[in-house]
């Protein structure tokens, strides 16, 4: 059951996670300010409330707040979208005959996991302060903290799946 669940969404939800990603990428460059020259990525990594809200009166004064608020909304649907679809991913790896990618899939699932909880945590102390429009030290400093789990678990599953990938299509062609 649960492998015909992932057989069926792999490619559904992941992609569509990523489509999500690519919008949110390019919406990222409206944010880039004096203040935030790495945008959003600024705003993860501030760690205190007078950074954040430093990087917020910058989007305020640049008429940009829509943008940045738009983008955060878009980044919840996109963890739980992505995190499912890696997952899927990973599951269906768990189902193939050799072990090395049985232990990648294992992998893929639990940097899944990571990345969904970690990115959820960042995301939400952030909507709080960027919805509010006051900063926190305590969570901006807990945004700041998860960020570089979350991004090495992401970057797990992004070059475990399509590792994977490749390898069987440069296999085929072989």
Not at 96 to 114: K, P, Y
Not at 121 to 132: C, G, P
Request: aromatic share 12%; proline share 1%; net charge positive.
């Amino acid at each position: 059951m649960m492998k015909n669940f992932a057989l069926n969404n792999f490619m559904r939800f992941w992609i569509a996670g990523l489509i999500l990603l690519i919008i949110m990428i390019f919406g990222n460059l409206l944010l880039i300010t004096d203040a935030s020259p790495l945008a959003i990525s600024d705003h993860q990594s501030a760690g205190s409330a007078n950074r954040i809200d430093e990087i917020q009166f910058a989007w305020a004064a640049a008429d940009v707040l829509f943008y940045a608020k738009t983008s955060m909304i878009i980044d919840l649907f996109f963890i739980g979208i992505y995190s499912l679809g890696a997952v899927c991913g990973g599951i269906l790896l768990r189902y193939d005959e050799r072990l090395f990618v049985r232990r990648i899939g294992a992998l893929v699932i639990a940097a899944a996991v990571i990345f969904c909880v970690t990115d959820y945590i960042e995301t939400i102390a952030q909507v709080i302060q960027l919805f509010s429009m006051r900063g926190s030290d305590k969570l901006a400093a807990i945004a700041a903290q998860v960020g570089p789990a979350k991004s090495i678990a992401f970057l797990t599953t992004i070059f475990g799946l399509l590792g994977i990938i490749s390898w069987d299509k440069f296999k085929k062609k072989a």
